[in-house]
Nanobody
Framework: QEQLVESGGGLVQAGGSLRLSCAAS????????KGWFRQAPGKEREFVAS????????YYADSAKGRFTISRDNAKNTVYLQMNSLKPEDTAVYYC??????????????WGQGTQVTVSS
């Protein structure tokens, strides 16, 4: 069964940076488009960024543009989310997903368990 495992979350001060990683267990995942979503307590899961299978197309939520960068290394079956200039409102559980590049979480077939990102003010 395909699995996605996120890592790299943690506690950081406002203005700091984190790099999230999403490792896929199966080689076939290198052909899947991938996305990052986040969910804060009491809020719906929201789109952050996505990337096509080749890495040639990238999409960002307005809140992520200019601060976050999504990338992938298909040889390592890994997708990354570099987050800079973090703000307290970025605090959430971040999820990796596979199967689409759209902003709708229902378009994705596979999900990781999530990694907590906490930004202190």
């Amino acid at each position: 069964q395909e699995q996605l495992v996120e890592s790299g979350g943690g506690l950081v001060q406002a203005g700091g940076s984190l790099r999230l990683s999403c490792a896929a267990s199966e080689r076939t995942f290198s052909t899947y488009a991938k996305g990052w979503f986040r969910q804060a307590p009491g809020k719906e899961r929201e789109f952050v960024a996505s990337i096509s299978w080749s890495g040639g197309s990238k999409y960002y939520a307005d809140s992520a543009k200019g601060r976050f960068t999504i990338s992938r290394d298909n040889a390592k079956n890994t997708v990354y989310l570099q987050m800079n200039s973090l703000k307290p409102e970025d605090t959430a559980v971040y999820y990796c997903a596979a199967g689409s590049t759209t902003r709708s979480p229902t378009s994705y077939d596979y999900w990781g368990q999530g990694t907590q990102v906490t930004v202190s003010s």
